[in-house]
């Protein structure tokens, strides 16, 4: 098979499951992954024949797909802030979304001033992949960066990512919700998190591809306590953050105005709520 009939195999296989775009989408990413060529040369080289072990690479692939895994835990793989991050069904795939969580925390640290000058101590509060410090660390290469998460494979997954991308970021397993972990945390000046924050009732209406593979560590919160993260790090921050100290966090857009009273009556101030890109309530910062 050359490359370009393993193309159409792919998006026509698992067409039924996405639309045309986006399944030529996967199928991109899918050959990009077997091939290790860009898009571009698997046009010029679309006469190339499969190798026998791409080819089993191949069919692996299309029947993950067909069992609805997403496309970024076939390939081990995900874009954010311009960094290919590793992946894996321990961590979250991260979304567009918290792109915009970290460029806000990047931009109020530069407030004007050259990178150099800014020193912040900035701490990630249920990192994943590590995407938010890595992104923050990457421009702001004179802060200090940490990102802690309750999962070990997520740490490990956080600490493969810094050491692929060069990037200097410390990455600790602590559990947010034990206050004896969080009572050994030094200060920061900045906390940022996008901590879980689906219901378990709302998982009627998501998507198999999320339900069945991504962790449910990293989504749901139980339903008689959503906001349970938010109060928790609120408080913490509290501790730990000094005065004129700023949090900021991704939120569920049903609880925009839900996580502003809170932090407002934790003592917060300056209290702001961000829409994102889809215009939907999506996060919140705070200054101690
Ligand atoms: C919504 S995910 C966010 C992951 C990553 N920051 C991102 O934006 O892609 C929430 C993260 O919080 C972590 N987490 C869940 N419970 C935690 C806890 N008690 N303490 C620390 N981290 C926790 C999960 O393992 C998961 O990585």
Not at 115 to 124: E, G, S, T
Not at 255 to 272: H, M, N, R
Request: hydrophobic letters at 45%; charged letters at 25%.
């Amino acid at each position: 098979m050359n490359i370009q009939t393993a193309f159409t195999y792919v998006t026509d296989t698992i067409v039924p499951l996405y639309s045309a775009r986006e399944a030529a989408n996967v199928a991109h990413l899918v050959l990009e992954h077997i091939t290790g060529l860009s898009k571009l040369d698997r046009v010029v080289f679309k006469e190339n024949i499969l190798t026998p072990v791409q080819e089993i690479q191949l069919e692996e692939a299309v029947n993950a797909l067909l069992a609805q895994q997403p496309v970024q835990y076939v390939t081990g793989t995900a874009w954010f802030w311009g960094m290919e991050l590793l992946v894996n069904p321990q961590v979250l795939i991260p979304r567009p979304e918290t792109e915009e969580l970290a460029d806000w925390v990047i931009t109020d640290a530069r407030d004007g001033k050259h990178d150099i000058q800014v020193k912040d101590r900035i701490l990630d509060i249920g990192t994943g992949s590590g995407c938010i410090p890595l992104a923050i660390k990457r421009e702001l290469t004179h802060a200090t960066v940490w990102g802690i998460d309750v999962s070990p494979g997520a740490v490990e997954t956080a600490e493969a990512n810094a050491a692929r991308q060069r990037l200097d970021v410390h990455f600790e397993q602590v559990d947010v919700l034990d206050e004896l972990a969080t009572a050994a945390l030094p200060d920061f000046d900045v906390i940022v998190s996008n901590p879980p924050y689906i219901k378990h009732s709302e998982r009627t209406g998501m998507q198999a591809q999320v339900l069945d593979y991504e962790p449910s560590l990293a989504l749901f919160v139980p339903d008689e306590d959503a906001l349970l993260f938010y109060r928790r790090i609120g408080q913490l921050a509290l501790k730990i953050l000094p005065d004129g100290g700023k949090l900021y966090f991704e939120i569920n857009e049903a609880y925009g105005k839900e996580v502003v009273t809170l932090l407002q009556e934790q003592g917060f101030k300056d209290v702001e709520l961000r829409q994102d890109i889809f215009a939907k309530d999506r996060m919140v910062k705070a200054v101690k």
